[in-house]
């Protein structure tokens, strides 16, 4: 499967006059396949404490999505913006339980840099799993939250659930056959 060319399908990052955060979904190839770089956020965090979820963060005045989704990733993992090969599009705007909060996810395709360093105020782990591992439906389970089926993937650092699995979920499907 040639996963670039079927994410060409992706449409534009959206820009919504309302949208509070961004989100970068940062994908790269090794040997073993394409990759998707996830973070878990420490115990200790305000919001979402322990989830797994792609870095990301509050949009500053005058910045976009894009130019958003890269500094909190510089921020949280130490990606340098020049590691951004290729904004491949964006994915649909999503809201966690605020529904006041629009997040915009933002598809990019990296050269990976040598060392992804986490800011341990904001990120436990960096998780790195190929999208053929995310595509193997046997890994994900649902469940009712809440009265919302909702999809979970359990990493050994933490769970993927929520708007990022949704985020994920609608990824996957563009690489499905």
Do not use: C
Request: proline content about 8%; aromatic content about 8%; hydrophobic content about 40%.
């Amino acid at each position: 499967m040639d996963e670039w060319a079927r994410l060409d399908a992706l449409p534009h990052v959206a820009e919504p006059p309302n949208a509070k955060a961004a989100v970068l979904v940062p994908l790269y190839e090794d040997p073993d396949g394409v990759r998707v770089v996830l973070t878990k956020r420490p115990e200790t965090m305000r919001t979402h404490p322990g989830d797994v979820v792609f870095p990301g963060g509050q949009l500053e005045d005058g910045e976009g999505p894009i130019q958003a989704a890269m500094r909190e990733a510089w921020e949280e993992i130490s990606l340098p913006e020049q590691s951004v090969t290729e904004v491949l599009g964006g994915l649909t705007p999503v809201t966690t339980r605020n529904i006041n909060r629009l997040i915009i996810p933002v598809v990019v395709r990296i050269d990976r840099p040598a060392e992804l360093v986490p800011d341990h105020r904001e990120v436990d782990a960096i998780i790195e799993p190929t999208l053929a591992e995310m595509l193997d439906d046997d890994l994900w389970h649902t469940e009712d939250w809440m009265g919302h089926t909702l999809w979970f993937y359990e990493f050994g650092e933490g769970t993927l659930w929520g708007a990022t699995a949704f985020m994920m979920r609608e990824l996957l499907g563009y690489l499905r056959d």
